[in-house]
């Protein structure tokens, strides 16, 4: 006898929903403390680890985590372009921020973020297009 897949997730997720409770906390505090690892280790350029550089570290790490929460629950409703655009924009944003730690000018920084907001928003445009019918619906 067959079992039927929860009402709540897809018939190919085999996830179950204590782990997509789980997921939905741990990913974003995973993902906002290497972030903010990485931002402190480019901003101390391989100097001593100092008290600044741990602040940095953590509120970089905080302001990513919050800001990817929102675009988390954000994104899904949006139109697929939009909703690559919005994905686009938050990590042009976080590559350029990290990337203006290394003392680089403004207008490197700018043009490097948007080299790969531009990439990604052609991967993610792709995936949604092919994934999502005009309505955002997923399509199998």
């Given amino acids: 006898m067959a079992h039927a897949a929860p009402a709540s997730h897809a018939p190919d997720d085999i996830f179950s929903a204590r782990a997509h409770r789980i997921a939905a906390v741990a990913v974003p505090v ?17 100097g001593p680890i100092t008290g600044w550089n741990l602040l940095l570290g953590f509120v970089s790490a905080l302001a990513f985590a919050a800001v990817y929460v929102a675009v988390r629950a954000l994104a899904p409703r949006l139109k697929r372009e939009l909703h690559a655009v919005l994905w686009a924009s938050f990590t042009g944003c976080a590559f350029g921020f990290v990337y203006s730690q290394t003392g680089a000018t403004i207008w490197r920084s700018v043009m490097m973020s948007l080299g790969v907001a531009a990439g990604l928003f052609a991967v993610a445009f792709y995936r949604y297009y092919t994934h999502e019918d005009g309505a955002g619906h997923r399509v199998r």
């Fill in 30 to 46: 995973v993902l906002g403390l290497v972030y903010g690892y990485w931002v402190a280790a480019v901003r101390r350029s391989g």
